[in-house]
T-cell receptor, first 109, second 117 residues
Framework: GQNIDQPTEMTATEGAIVQINCTYQTSGFNGLFWYQQHAGEAPTFLSYNVLDGLEEKGRFSSFLSRSKGYSYLLLKELQMKDSASYLCALYNQGGKLIFGQGTELSVKP | EPEVTQTPSHQVTQMGQEVILRCVPISNHLYFYWYRQILGQKVEFLVSFYNNEISEKSEIFDDQFSVERPDGSNFTLKIRSTKLEDSAMYFC???????????????FGPGTRLLVL
């Protein structure tokens, strides 16, 4: 089976850096995705890791350690519009995404 | 930028009725998916579809559900005899492939909010 853990809520200040952690257990690893979801909207793709290490995309970076079953999403230069839920999802070969509960990030002025 | 589209955006139906949710995936994508999200809960996988066949389905996707690609552009989810607990946001997604690094990225449509009364 597969299990994903993320913090339920986080709060950060505009302009700051925040790290959202995700730990997982899985019998077979094929990749880990991060999505952003604003309330009432669809998940939008942020980042994807299949190998260990850091993937950087503008203000967003994601890190993966397969041996530790651990990933994090790093958001830099936080903006108010970054207030959203951040979803960690395990990828199953054949297309199935298994989502975590999501971390609700509140960015305060 | 190409995107996944879904219709209708909202659907209200009576318990026991049939509903069909429609999706137009990104045009060069070959893999299609349905997910659902009950209010306040996590996004859950329902089914994946490739080459006119179901590739994988979850325990949620029972005989009440079916999927179809009736033509070259649409991908539909049919729910027969809806139940109160089917009330949720239903998301369609598509990807170029199911293997190949970033080509596996699934892009989600805006969703159909289904309310069963």
């Amino acid at each position: 089976g597969q299990n994903i853990d993320q913090p339920t809520e986080m709060t950060a200040t505009e302009g700051a850096i925040v790290q959202i952690n995700c730990t997982y257990q899985t019998s077979g690893f094929n990749g880990l995705f991060w999505y952003q979801q604003h309330a009432g909207e669809a998940p939008t793709f942020l980042s994807y890791n299949v190998l260990d290490g850091l993937e950087e995309k503008g203000r967003f970076s994601s890190f993966l350690s397969r041996s530790k079953g651990y990933s994090y999403l790093l958001l830099k230069e936080l903006q108010m519009k970054d207030s959203a839920s951040y979803l960690c999802a395990l990828y199953n070969q054949g297309g199935k995404l298994i989502f975590g509960q999501g971390t609700e990030l509140s960015v305060k002025p | 930028e190409p995107e996944v589209t879904q219709t209708p955006s909202h659907q209200v139906t009576q318990m026991g009725q049939e509903v069909i949710l429609r999706c137009v995936p990104i045009s060069n994508h070959l893999y299609f998916y349905w997910y659902r999200q009950i209010l306040g809960q996590k996004v859950e996988f329902l089914v994946s579809f490739y080459n006119n066949e179901i590739s994988e389905k979850s325990e949620i996707f029972d005989d009440q559900f079916s999927v179809e690609r009736p033509d070259g552009s649409n991908f539909t989810l049919k729910i027969r005899s809806t139940k109160l607990e089917d009330s949720a946001m239903y998301f369609c997604a598509s990807s170029e492939t199911a293997s190949g690094f970033y080509q596996e990225t699934q892009y989600f449509g805006p969703g159909t909010r289904l309310l069963v009364l």
